[in-house]
């Protein structure tokens, strides 16, 4: 459905399913069904919903700067899966991201963005090592898939809640970038060290007495 929905988007041919009266009604007494959640960034240029051609309560959209995957963002991750058993995560990067070009190009930032940046940090470094010539948009670009696979690792590494339900089958993380300039969606697949991830299950928490 994501996939024919930008296909949709990219055509100009448009259904914008799920918005009119009768989806905002059902919605409201049955509550949300999401099918999918989103990881994305804030930019203003990826409006998650408009480029998959969705509508109301079709997608559970996390959206942050970077899209990176801290505390907030995978309570929030968290919570679709466990409490409305989306199946599929999408970690969707984009072209032209401030976030990662900031730390590419050793930007100066202030207040609490420089906090934030500090989960791209590794992806712009191994962005880095494994493409020692690029630089300027070339690196950016290249960052901005490397940040995708951060973000899924980041996510692996603090929540035991999605490692297992990667394991257990109840969902499947995947990584995208979205291009602003053709609005077309890449599909970068599963983390190719899921299995690794997944498999370091963090031990329960004794109960205090």
């Not at 240029?45 to 801290?70: M, Y």
């Not at 470094?125 to 494994?130: L, S, V």
């Amino acid at each position: 459905m994501l996939k024919k929905g930008n296909a949709r988007y990219l055509a100009g041919n448009q259904e914008h399913p799920h918005q009119d009266f009768g989806r905002r009604e059902l919605t409201a007494e049955k509550g949300q069904h999401p099918f999918a959640t989103v990881l994305s960034c804030s930019d203003s240029r990826v409006p998650v919903e408009i480029l998959f051609d969705r509508g109301v309560g079709d997608i559970f959209v996390i959206r942050v700067a970077g899209n990176v995957a801290n505390v907030d963002e995978v309570a929030s991750i968290e919570y679709s899966a466990d409490h409305l058993n989306t199946p599929l995560l999408v970690v969707l990067g984009h072209t032209h991201c401030g976030a990662v070009q900031a730390v590419a190009e050793n930007a100066e930032l202030h207040g609490n963005i420089s906090t934030l940046v500090k989960s791209i940090v590794p992806a712009v470094a191994k962005a880095r090592q494994k493409n020692p010539a690029a630089t300027g948009e070339a690196l950016v670009n290249e960052a901005v898939k490397v940040n995708v696979w951060q973000a899924i690792e980041d996510l692996f590494k603090i929540s035991p809640i999605t490692r297992k339900n990667v394991k257990d089958g109840k969902l499947k993380v995947l990584g995208a970038v979205y291009d602003i300039d053709t609005g077309a969606i890449t599909w970068l697949g599963t983390h190719d060290k899921k299995e690794d991830l997944i498999s370091k299950i963090a031990p329960q928490p004794k109960e205090s007495h």
